[in-house]
């Protein structure tokens, strides 16, 4: 990392468990199976609060943001750390803050990518079960408890999508970005799959099954660009905005 950055911490905490005590907040709140819930929730509602404020007050006035979205399990050695790197790089030199989860994989190449192009780099990160540190390419990164606030702060601050190859938490931020737009919840914005051959199996199902049995629309699915192509993904998710280095 560049000398020229100085780190601070900020109303962090570092929690460390011994073995087996490995529960997060998240799974706490969703645990039915015991506890007197008139005198834990509540304090977990008041919790929650801050988790929003704290996300609201860091990234009010962010500016027009993309966020990509990725596997934590892709390695240095992966076409799409490098693809993602790049992407990272593209988005930052048109003015554009890159959002990430904070984690490794893709989350690290996006974060790199801008930062080292001197763009403003962003993680959300989120507590697990398993230790995640945040990466080292960050201008500003929140560690959150809770899923749905994290979520929130990926689709109020982004004004565009890059999906790169990734698992199950990667689907459940496509598919949350996904319903949104297509229910009018939130302004539509551009969705990009990156990696053509990765997602043709599930762009062929969404057609052939849901589609076909009409629980979506044709246009839910012909509507969501997918390519291979690092300056067409950058240019699908900033065009609609604008180049903002020429915003005087």
Known sequence: MSKDYLTRAQSGVIRRSRAGETTTADQRLLDTSGGDWRSQDPWRAMRIQSEFVEGFENLAGLGPAVSVFGSARTTVTDPDYRSAYHIGQGLAAKGFTVITGGGPGVMEAANKGAFEAGGTS????????????????????????????????????????VVMPGGFGTFDELFEALVLAQTGKVTRFPIVLFGTDYWAGLLTWLRDSVEHRHFIAAADVDTIPVTDDIDEAVDIVTRHVGDVTNQG
């Open 122 to 161: 962003i993680g959300l990160g989120i507590e697990l079960p398993f230790e995640q540190s945040l990466n080292e390419y960050l201008t500003l990164g929140i560690q959150f408890r809770y899923f749905f606030a994290r979520k929130t702060m990926f689709l109020k601050y982004s004004q565009g999508f």
